[in-house]
């Protein structure tokens, strides 16, 4: 049985695909083989012995002591894209509000009163303040082409709007799932001179941090939309504030309220709602449950944030997981080692990323525990274990 330890609640659909007779799951569990979570901080928790693997129900890890955890030879897993479409689809109506003042418009209607003659008069009179604009023919540039930007410059197509886009780190598998018609800027500033709405889908990083400052505001188009559902400090909020105030910027709408940007006429700021839908849960924890489940029975790993992703059917009924040191000649120790104990390697499959490799080996016959102690003994080896 393995024991798995909920520091958070976990959406029901993940946690069901853990079966009763392989799983015993509890928030109150102790000596947990995996924990699960979301916002729970780990930092200040003391991390318990037989803990093989955390997984977070979303994509950021800075709740969790990730280096402490990688120096054990512990996977954290995340679930990038989990939450994209929930993003996106905010992202969608973020611009609708911009482009149809939809939030002033309503609270014009709210207090109108009197009799419905009456409304209606006001209505008319009143409604020309709200006239807005349409999307199509508009250009989108979308800062950062990964999980969430891909599917808001998908969907800026399906609008029918012209999309450009810019992610130095574009991956050729996030190529492969961009509409052939999202053009690629040659520079953020390229793209910044070029869009109406301007959307941001970079992480929070230092080269980041204040992606969106005075200079780029100024290199912006004239009435340009600006939406950042990434992360606060991507923007700088003085300098959106300021470009309002001159009208270079027609609306700013953001995950992510401020002292500096209530109450501010042109400003949209939602209360950190990007991933906040049921569907965004559930796809996180099932996501999560299927990749801890997976590490725990098959040693296999995919999306961990601290170690390369590694994984492959059995060859045989006998597999030695082994998270190490990415320095040289561990493949060479660990064969030695099963070789001695005269255990033939039938396949073996090993990756690095950065300074930390991982490594699965099928082996013809069972590995005894006293091997799997000397190869966890190798210096170098951050954990062995059988699956
Ligand atoms: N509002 C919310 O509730 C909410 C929810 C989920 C994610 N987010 C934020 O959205 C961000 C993006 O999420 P994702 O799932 O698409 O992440 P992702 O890792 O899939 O994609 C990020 C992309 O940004 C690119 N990038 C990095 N630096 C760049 C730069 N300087 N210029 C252009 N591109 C750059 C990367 O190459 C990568 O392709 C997350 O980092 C997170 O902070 C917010």
Redesign the pocket.
């Known amino acids: 049985m393995f024991k798995i330890q909920t520091l958070n609640s976990i959406s029901p659909l993940g946690l069901t695909r853990l079966p009763s007779d392989k799983f015993v799951v509890s928030d109150s569990m102790t000596e947990p083989d995996a924990i699960l979570l979301r916002s729970f901080k780990m930092h200040d928790m003391p991390i318990p012995a037989t803990l093989r693997a955390v997984g977070r129900a979303g994509?950021?890890v800075n709740n969790i002591p990730v280096e402490a955890l990688t120096n054990l030879g512990i996977p954290v897993f995340n679930t990038?894209?989990a939450?994209?479409n929930?993003?996106k689809e905010?992202v969608i109506a973020g611009m609708l509000l911009a482009a149809r003042h939809i939030g002033p418009a309503w609270q014009f209607a709210e207090q109108l009163t009197g009799s419905d003659a009456e409304i209606s008069k006001a209505v008319e009179a009143g409604k020309k303040a709200y006239a807005g604009f349409e999307l199509p023919g508009r250009t989108l540039g979308v800062?950062?082409?990964?999980?969430?930007?891909?599917i808001v410059a998908n969907a800026g197509v399906a609008l029918g709007m012209n999309v450009i886009g810019?992610?130095?780190?574009?991956?050729v598998e996030?190529a492969w799932q961009l509409s052939a018609t999202v053009k690629k800027a040659g520079s953020?500033d390229d793209l910044l001179r070029a869009a109406d709405f301007v959307t941001i889908?970079?992480?929070?990083?230092e080269?980041?941090k204040n992606?969106i400052n005075a200079d780029r505001l100024s290199a912006m188009k004239n009435g340009v939309v600006l939406l950042n559902?990434?992360?606060e400090g991507i923007v700088e909020a003085g300098a959106v504030s300021a470009a309002i105030k001159r009208g270079k910027v027609y609306g700013y709408v953001c995950?992510f309220p401020s002292n500096l940007l209530q109450h501010h006429e042109r400003v949209i700021a939602l209360p950190?709602?990007?991933?906040?839908t049921g569907e965004a849960e559930d796809n996180c924890a099932v996501m999560v449950v299927d990749e801890v489940r997976d590490f725990l029975e098959q040693g296999n790993i995919r999306n961990a944030v601290n170690f390369p992703d590694v994984s492959a059917p059995r060859e045989t009924a006998h597999r030695l997981v082994v998270a190490n040191a990415n320095v040289p000649n561990m493949l060479g120790q660990i064969s030695e080692t099963l070789g001695l104990a005269k255990l033939n390697i039938h396949d073996m499959l090993n990756r690095s990323r950065g300074d930390y490799a991982y490594t699965l080996v099928d082996l013809d016959d069972p590995v005894p525990p006293d091997i799997v102690r000397k190869v966890a003994a190798i210096s170098g080896v951050l954990m062995a274990r059988v699956v």
Request: proline share 7%; no cysteine.
């Open positions: 994509a950021g990038p894209g939450n994209a929930a993003v905010l800062v950062g082409l990964g999980a969430i930007g891909r810019f992610d130095p780190g574009l991956t996030g953020l889908h970079v992480p929070l990083v080269a980041t992606l559902f990434a992360r995950d950190h709602l990007g991933a906040s």
